[in-house]
T-cell receptor, first 112, second 112 residues
Framework: QKEVEQDPGPLSVPEGAIVSLNCTYSNSAFQYFMWYRQYSRKGPELLMYTYSSGNKEDGRFTAQVDKSSKYISLFIRDSQPSDSATYLCAMLTQGGSEKLVFGKGTKLTVNP | DAGVTQSPTHLIKTRGQQVTLRCSPKSGHDTVSWYQQALGQGPQFIFQYYEEEERQRGNFPDRFSGHQFPNYSSELNVNALLLGDSALYLC???????????FGSGTRLTVV
């Protein structure tokens, strides 16, 4: 079993839709949870960062962590064509510069 | 403020050859990590350098080696290239204590 599981999609939605992206994990030691956005031919860029369980909101983006279920989610409200990218979840057991463990990524297309 | 710079952007090599990829970290960062991202997969951790020493290593063979220079820049070397080494190689810099990964745009290596 992989440490982090993520449905690779692809996911295609109309502009303005609410998008839900999810990851599950098996390592209960993970404490830091991140969502990265990766445009084609680019490196990942950090979108959201959450420590332990709970919700975090930043504009149209909401990240949720449920450690009891080992499940994390990213919601995108009022999705835009510019949101079309691959979304990667990533996790750390400790802060600082410990190695990131990534999911496979979900490819999202938002159609105008 | 320059982010993480990687060179070259693209590279084509023949099986059995050797390759060197280069990375200049973001200003203020002292730690460099390398990741391999195969097509349709999430990045996989190769190794991390801090103070010119390999600090952590992922599940990659000894054909993968690296180096960090006194100015914090880094090189990734891969010997005896295999077709399966074809991937996007990402460099991420960070502060050892604070984290804060920043990724470069990567080097796309194709082995033929």
């Amino acid at each position: 079993q992989k440490e982090v599981e993520q449905d690779p999609g692809p996911l295609s939605v109309p502009e303005g839709a609410i998008v839900s992206l999810n990851c599950t994990y098996s390592n209960s030691a993970f404490q830091y949870f991140m969502w990265y956005r990766q445009y084609s031919r680019k490196g990942p860029e950090l979108l959201m960062y959450t420590y332990s369980s709970g919700n975090k909101e930043d504009g149209r983006f909401t990240a949720q962590v449920d450690k009891s279920s080992k499940y994390i989610s990213l919601f995108i409200r009022d999705s835009q064509p510019s949101d079309s990218a691959t979304y990667l979840c990533a996790m750390l057991t400790q802060g600082g510069s410990e190695k990131l463990v990534f999911g496979k990524g979900t490819k999202l297309t938002v159609n105008p | 403020d320059a982010g993480v710079t990687q060179s070259p952007t693209h590279l084509i090599k023949t099986r059995g050859q050797q390759v060197t990829l280069r990375c200049s970290p973001k200003s203020g960062h002292d730690t460099v990590s390398w990741y391999q991202q195969a097509l349709g997969q999430g990045p996989q951790f190769i190794f991390q350098y801090y103070e010119e020493e390999e600090r952590q290593r992922g599940n990659f063979p000894d054909r993968f080696s690296g180096h960090q220079f006194p100015n914090y820049s880094s090189e990734l070397n891969v010997n005896a290239l295999l077709l399966g080494d074809s991937a996007l190689y990402l460099c991420a810099s960070s502060s050892l204590s604070l984290g804060g990964y920043t990724f470069g745009s990567g080097t796309r290596l194709t082995v033929v």
